[in-house]
């Protein structure tokens, strides 16, 4: 049942140092579940029961906060080999606080909590390499969620886009790169409007301070974008 992923979990940082052969034995003691999800179709939604913690092993997804006024607030974008729900999954909350929704076809692996942290009944030593793991992740998410609050300070349209974009820059380790979301999920991650940032972007592309095209970055003028967040 868990071979075709096998290669792949492999890879993942929440089974970083386990061997395929071990994880072939850890996988039929934590017994995961394995969904199918249509683009655009929901995973989970707020208020939904908790049922365990996702590996994304094809397609990616979102997810998703929204305030009391309807408004959509995307909090991330995972893709394949990523994990989510890892925060909830090991509070005392068993309610989904967020929604999760496919972005594309997408096949995620769940995996209840209490058999990652339970006692192994077949006593196998990958179960501590597991929890190791997934506490850096979670200490990892954690950074990452602390960096999505100092976005939510920035005040201002061209400072945040600048942010981003040279966050990205730093990450590549180019001046043209792709960023992981279109439009409408990068206005919804920056917390701004799409024509207010198109606008902006557009002005910043008049003053050949970066050009783009669809989801594709050039940075022309790295000064001018670092002089912004200043």
Same mark, same amino acid.
């Given at each position: 049942?868990?071979?075709?992923?096998?290669?792949?979990?492999?890879?993942?940082?929440?089974?970083?140092?386990?061997?395929?052969?071990?994880?072939?034995?850890?996988?039929?003691?934590?017994r995961p579940r394995i969904r199918s999800y249509k683009k655009n179709e929901s995973i989970a939604n707020f208020?939904?029961?908790?049922?365990?913690?996702?590996?994304?092993?094809?397609?990616?997804?979102?997810?998703?906060?929204?305030?009391?006024?309807?408004?959509?607030?995307?909090?991330?974008?995972?893709?394949?080999?990523?994990?989510?729900?890892?925060?909830?999954? *090991?509070?005392?909350?068993?309610?989904?606080?967020?929604?999760?929704?496919?972005?594309?076809?997408?096949?995620?692996? *769940?995996?209840?909590?209490?058999?990652?942290?339970?006692?192994?009944?077949?006593?196998?030593?990958?179960?501590?390499?597991?929890?190791?793991?997934?506490?850096?992740?979670?200490?990892?998410?954690?950074?990452?969620?602390?960096?999505?609050?100092?976005?939510?300070?920035?005040?201002?349209?061209?400072?945040?886009?600048?942010?981003?974009?040279?966050?990205?820059?730093?990450?590549?380790?180019?001046?043209?790169?792709m960023i992981p979301l279109n439009r409408n999920e990068l206005a919804d991650f920056l917390n701004v409007s799409?024509?207010?940032?198109?606008?902006?972007?557009?002005?910043?592309?008049?003053?050949?301070?970066?050009?783009?095209?669809?989801?594709?970055?050039?940075?022309?003028?790295?000064?001018?974008?670092?002089?912004?967040?200043?």
């Open positions: 049942m868990y071979e075709k992923w096998e290669k792949m979990l492999n890879n993942t940082d929440l089974f970083q140092g386990i061997k395929i052969e071990e994880l072939d034995i850890l996988l039929k003691c934590l208020g939904d029961s908790f049922k365990g913690l996702g590996v994304i092993l094809e397609g990616s997804v979102m997810v998703i906060k929204e305030n009391l006024a309807g408004n959509r607030f995307i909090m991330a974008k995972f893709e394949k080999g990523n994990i989510f729900g890892e925060m909830l999954a *090991f509070s005392d909350q068993k309610i989904w606080q967020v929604s999760v929704q496919a972005t594309e076809d997408a096949t995620v692996l *769940f995996m209840e909590s209490e058999k990652i942290t339970g006692t192994c009944e077949r006593d196998c030593p990958w179960h501590t390499m597991l929890i190791q793991n997934m506490l850096k992740m979670l200490s990892k998410r954690a950074l990452m969620l602390n960096r999505k609050l100092e976005y939510l300070s920035i005040k201002g349209m061209r400072e945040k886009i600048s942010t981003y974009i040279l966050e990205q820059h730093k990450l590549e380790g180019k001046m043209t790169f799409r024509p207010s940032m198109s606008r902006e972007m557009a002005r910043m592309k008049d003053e050949a301070i970066i050009d783009y095209y669809k989801s594709t970055i050039k940075i022309l003028n790295l000064e001018a974008l670092k002089k912004a967040i200043n």
